[in-house]
């Protein structure tokens, strides 16, 4: 896919010339695709801030280009950060990622003046810019451009950029930056006052004095100031962490995936240039990681960890408030992901509390997102849980289960729906789940399971007393073992409810479920089994519910199979219907009848026309 990409993308076919970005590149898709949990695991902003290291590690900038005093280097990555990262904020703020020679020139050439300047100007644009900007080719389709425009080689590192000047405090206000070097003056200066002051006010009198003191506000103002900037630093985070335009936009390791390998399948009638910028934040998350700031402070770039304090308090109070409100999939990934690059448990498990349910359905799970989840989850007390983990239609593998296990230790409500798991992936899943005491509701609806996985769900049933309803329905599930589970379910204290519908069952089967499904003795207790629209001749009172699940997903299941089965429940229901005299039980049949004649003209429609997304 990286081979096919790099045909059709000259950019990063450029950029991947250089043994660096070729490393960034390959290192970024081991990340995201990694399939060995017990190997040291990164983060996307460890990986970007290695890359720095390896290319401007004790690299500096000098004046005449003799280095006789400390003072007269300036480290190279700061520069870069001064002038490439001022490039990468204003083009963020303004929503662009490509730039006119003329914004280069003023980003990056500032107000030269001296030869010497302009003689460190242009080294700088020879090995440092050209090595982050190239030329872009397609400027013919651009609506923007009037003439040669410059991206960035690889177009994360504008965001990585970006962060990073934001996090260092290089977009400091007019105010701030008054404000510091006055303080920082008489800082340096407060206590040779304040000893004068001592001695002429044993002969003068101590009012003279008053206006002297007011000196000493000034550094209790740059602190008021500053603690102001760093809130504004957590307030942009969370501000462009949870964007409304962008909460419908794929999660972002899908978006990092994209930039590497292409989109491959349909592709978009009309090209956008309008791009969404959702690493921006999380990489300024996690460059509040102290193994980011170790070494960036190699690099000549201090990130103080008074400053990670008063961002982190800051940051905290706005991703609580956000989190609980309802966020799209994607949304809630990205949130767990900057969750898992800041690396910080105790915010992770502070935010964490305010998230009663964590909804990732239809986002493509890959190694890397299964670890994520985990993690985060991980950072969690063990009374913490959620009233819902929903997984469903995630493209959840076997292998990828066992990466979950710690995710699942947390829910009294697991969907899996829509996840070919197999007998191998339930295997995973059982012995995940006897961590759990408290599942509530287990949903394994169109997972592929079998007559094993029935027998062992069977067997399993005990270790979860709260148990209260298990969905197995559209499987592969035949009558003995149907039968096997509903036994089970009778034996358990709490289970009052088994869907069944969809599996492969007999006429003569889901007679004997609904018989089984009663009471051993008398006032015992009754087991509602959902196999059929109908219960012998009546109408199950669960028709609709059945009807109303296999109608939200009959689109994007097997057609063919959901065809096969609304004929069955027809057959059964017209059948039902001759069995009563009743005009009022005819019409009740009648009524239902209809309904599943929609469905199947839906269906026969949607297979003309050729088109059908289920909604789960």
């Known amino acids: 896919m990286l081979y096919l990409n790099l045909q059709r993308e000259s950019q990063l076919a450029t950029a991947c010339f250089l043994p660096s970005y070729c490393w960034l590149t390959c290192a970024t898709l081991h990340l995201l695709h990694f399939t060995d949990t017990k190997s040291p695991i990164r983060t996307l902003t460890g990986i970007y801030t290695s890359f720095m290291r390896l290319n401007f590690g004790g690299e500096v900038i000098t004046v005449d280009g003799n280095v006789s ?294 986002v493509r799970m890959t190694p890397h997102k299964c670890f994520v989840l985990s993690t985060v989850l991980s950072c969690t007390s063990s009374s913490f849980h959620l009233n819902e983990l929903n997984l469903s239609s995630c493209h959840i593998t076997p292998e990828l289960m066992q990466m979950l296990w710690p995710a699942f230790h947390h829910t009294s409500n697991l969907k899996l729906c829509d996840n070919y798991l197999t007998d191998t992936g339930i295997s995973h899943l059982l012995e995940a789940l006897s961590g759990n005491h408290s599942l509530q509701r287990l949903c394994l609806m169109h997972t592929g399971l079998g007559d094993q996985s029935a027998q062992m769900l069977a067997e399993r049933l005990g270790q979860h007393d709260m148990l209260q309803e298990l969905n197995v329905a559209y499987n592969n599930i035949g009558d003995s073992a149907a039968l096997t589970m509903v036994d089970a379910c009778r034996e358990h204290p709490s289970i009052h409810t088994v869907h069944l519908y969809l599996n492969q069952l007999t006429d003569v089967g889901k007679q004997s479920l609904y018989v089984r499904g009663g009471p051993r003795v008398k006032q015992g207790r009754r087991v509602k089994v959902l196999a059929s629209v109908t219960e012998g001749s009546d109408i199950s009172e669960d028709w609709h519910p059945i009807l109303s699940v296999i109608g939200k997903n009959s689109l994007s299941w097997d057609r063919d199979r959901v065809r096969e089965q609304l004929l069955v429940f027809l057959k059964d229901l017209e059948w039902g219907r001759k069995q009563h005299q009743s005009f009022w039980k005819k019409m009740h049949f009648r009524r239902v009848e209809s309904v599943v004649r929609q469905m199947l003209s839906l269906l026969e429609k949607s297979s003309n026309t050729g088109t059908g997304t289920g909604t789960k």
């Open 69 to 362: 005093s400390q003072e007269q280097q300036n480290s190279l990555m700061l520069y870069v950060v001064r002038t490439v990262g001022k490039l990468a904020f204003d083009g963020i703020t303004n929503k662009r990622t490509s730039f006119s020679a003329e914004e280069l020139e003023q980003w990056v050439g500032g107000k030269t003046k001296t030869d010497e300047e302009l003689q460190q100007l242009a080294v700088f644009r020879t090995d440092v810019l050209d090595f982050f900007l190239v030329p872009r080719n397609d400027h013919v389709t651009d609506p923007e451009s009037g003439g040669r425009r410059y991206v960035f080689a690889v177009p994360a590192m504008q965001e990585y950029l970006a962060a990073l000047y934001v996090v260092l405090g290089e977009n400091k206000s007019v105010l701030e930056k008054l404000t510091k070097e006055v303080s920082e003056a008489l800082g340096q200066a407060s206590e040779d006052i304040t000893s004068l002051l001592s001695i002429l006010s044993k002969v003068i009198p101590f009012r003279i004095f008053a206006v002297f003191n007011l000196l000493k506000l000034f550094p209790k103002l740059f602190e008021r100031v500053s603690s102001h900037s760093k809130g504004r630093i957590a307030s942009t985070m969370a501000a462009e962490m949870f964007r409304s335009e962008d909460s419908f936009n794929e999660d972002v390791l899908d978006q990092v995936e994209q930039s590497l390998l292409g989109v491959h399948g349909p592709q978009p009638q009309e090209e956008t240039y309008t791009r969404a910028f959702e690493l921006y934040p999380i990489f300024m998350g996690g460059l509040l990681h102290y193994g980011n700031r170790r070494l960036l402070d190699q690099l000549g770039c201090s990130i103080k960890s008074h400053t990670v304090s008063q961002i982190t308090r800051a940051l905290r109070k706005h991703l609580i408030k956000e989190s609980q409100k309802k966020q799209p999939p994607e949304e809630l990934m990205d949130l767990l992901v900057l969750l898992y690059e800041f690396q910080n448990p105790r915010l992770t498990a502070e935010v964490l509390q305010s998230i009663k349910t964590i909804n990732l359905s239809t």
